[in-house]
């Protein structure tokens, strides 16, 4: 309905030729994802790095698109998770080092993978789910790990919250500041 009433009508404004939205740099609101898919428009959310050449993954604008997911892993890109969930990655688009030395000390395995730094999961069908940073893991006293920013993103995503920050370190159970 949205495509009749208005889609076609933006994408003629837009030259009439637009393919695709790609979206990369932050996670995308399924919110935003339904109002481009809505208006007949893919909406390509992807993940990379610079240290990567750029794109890692992508969704593939042929297919449904899958909210929350940054595609599929490109072929140019070994990709592995780490035990904490960590996406590392080997391939010939990464860097072959850092500048300064001391920076390339942490930012390769002894088996020459590179750490994004980036907690991700897949799915079976080999979606990636980036889900938050390795550095922003909170540790409970219970020895459980638990990464912030999906549940803070879904609190705030959420009226009339504007955010939430999750606390937790240190302690056996996790509150949150809303706001």
Do not use: C
């Not at 740099?25 to 994802?33: R, V, Y």
């Not at 000390?105 to 088996?111: C, L």
């Not at 897949?122 to 006293?141: I, K």
């Not at 790990?145 to 999750?166: D, Y």
């Amino acid at each position: 309905v949205s495509d009749l009433l208005i889609g076609r009508a933006v994408r003629r404004r837009l030259g009439g030729a637009v393919r695709a939205v790609y979206s990369g740099g932050a996670p995308a609101t399924i919110e935003l994802l339904r109002f481009f898919e809505g208006l007949a428009l893919p909406f390509i959310e992807l993940y990379g790095m610079s240290e990567t050449a750029g794109m890692i993954s992508a969704n593939p604008i042929s297919e449904p698109r899958r909210p929350g997911a940054v595609g599929l892993i490109s072929p140019d890109h070994e990709a592995r998770l780490a035990p904490d969930g960590e996406l590392q990655l080997r391939g010939p688009l990464l860097l072959s080092s850092y500048l300064d030395a001391e920076d390339d000390q942490e930012a390769w395995t002894a088996d020459g993978f590179f750490r994004t730094g980036d907690l991700a999961r897949a799915d079976r069908d080999g979606y990636l789910y980036v889900e938050g940073r390795r550095r922003n893991l909170l540790v409970l006293s219970t020895g459980k790990k638990l990464s912030p920013e999906p549940v803070e993103q879904a609190i705030g995503g959420v009226p009339p919250f504007h955010a939430a920050m999750l606390l937790g370190e240190g302690r056996p159970y996790v509150a949150a500041a809303v706001f």
